[in-house]
């Protein structure tokens, strides 16, 4: 797990949105290899065990989100090249981190090959997936454990709606989206462009505040 993404990470519980505490046992590299995140509201405490950190929760029913890597994204990743990938998501450069769910793990090699890639995280990642520099893992129910607005741009491989809409909130303000055609459109993102495939969505921006004007009477 890239240290630098810890700010990131978010407590899947329900109750006020809190930082989590990092108790790192090993970290090569600016990536922590083995340690624990703490959350000082639930008192909750998610393990890192070879640069992957585990936020699944025994007692919420995760297990079997609908449309998995194994029906979805995986199908879809075979068809889409690792460049194909980093153009729908806009990553033209190292700023930020990108999501990568679950069956499109298969394109992270690719997408560091092709030279200063923003950091990625994997979510779900495929069994014995190896967390090199440059990628960060995760596992999780359907809803991210992420700030709102952390990501530059998400690949979800799922038509879970749960995951739908948690990518979403995740994703920054005019971030990209990439899921199978078959998968709604979750609220507050525009549909770009869509294939048989696939479709790629922009993370709308937040409506801005209203102004009130005083009108001054003389």
Known sequence: MFIELIDALRCPRTHEESWLVLAAAQIDARHVRDGTLGCPVCHAEYSIHDGIADFRLADAGTSGLVGTSSDAGTSVAEHVSADHL????????????????????????????????????????????????????????????????????????????????????????????????????????RELVRDDTLWVGEREAPPAPLVRLHVRRG
């Open 86 to 189: 980093a153009a729908m998501l806009n990553l033209g450069d190292a700023l930020g981190f990108a999501v990568l769910t679950g069956g499109w793990a298969r394109l992270a090699d690719g997408l560091l090959e092709l030279g200063n890639p923003p950091p990625l995280l994997l979510v779900d990642p495929p069994e014995g997936s190896l967390m090199v520099p440059g990628l960060s893992g995760l596992r999780a129910g359907a809803a991210l454990p992420l700030a709102a607005g952390a990501a530059r741009a998400t690949a979800v491989d799922t038509i879970d709606e749960t995951r739908l809409a948690s990518a979403a909130n995740t994703t920054r303000a005019t971030g990209r989206i990439v899921a199978p055609a078959r998968a709604r459109i979750p609220a507050g993102v």
